[in-house]
């Protein structure tokens, strides 16, 4: 699922994840990385910086290559911290950004951004629901349901 997100994504495009404790958003991420072409073993939670950066690897196309932010509110004490932690260059830098536990700082967030709620089932399975906010979340949901080879329920 991640990968079919990753494939649709281009520089600007904030992902934001909402979800409990191991619901599968780094996971989900890891997707989202490897559909841009950057290796998935490099992708960790952030923990001590709070944003990661990943860098497709070099090849293909004469486009520089993807970069992602990954960005994990986790152990952010305020939302006020968000500015010192190099959020505004990130969302200025042309990166993709992927942000876990995006409620913590929810005012933040651009206007357009894509939402997706992911939550676990019983039997380990996942439940994943995407919400868009503006005109570019909505073609990045849709795209997606296509990729993924699934069924859009308008709500
Ligand atoms: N789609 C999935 N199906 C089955 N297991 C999954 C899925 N996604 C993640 N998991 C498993 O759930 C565990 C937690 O996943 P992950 O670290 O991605 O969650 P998280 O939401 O990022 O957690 P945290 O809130 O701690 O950051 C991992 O052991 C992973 O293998
Ligand atoms: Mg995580």
Redesign the pocket.
């Known amino acids: 699922m991640g990968e079919a997100l990753g494939g649709l994504l281009q520089p600007g495009d904030v992902v934001a994840l909402f979800?409990?404790?191991?619901?599968?958003?780094?996971?989900?991420v890891r997707g989202i990385a490897a559909g841009l072409g950057c290796p998935r073993g490099d992708v960790h939670?952030p923990s001590f910086t709070l944003i990661n950066e990943y860098v497709a690897r070099p090849g293909g196309g004469g486009d520089l290559p993807a970069r992602v932010a990954h960005v994990?509110l986790?152990r952010i004490r305020s939302e006020d911290e968000l500015p010192g932690i190099g959020w505004d260059e990130v969302l200025h830098s042309r990166h993709v950004v992927a942000v876990?536990?995006a409620e913590r700082a929810l005012r933040w967030l651009p206007p357009d951004h894509l939402r997706v709620t992911?939550e676990t089932l019983e039997g380990?399975?996942?439940r994943l629901r995407a919400q868009a906010t503006g005109p570019r979340s909505v073609q990045l949901a849709l795209g997606w349901v296509e990729a993924a080879g699934l069924e859009a329920k308008a709500s």
Not at 19 to 28: F, H, N, Q, R
């Open positions: 979800g409990e404790l191991g619901s599968g958003k780094t996971m989900l939670s994990d986790y876990e536990w992911l380990n399975g996942r």
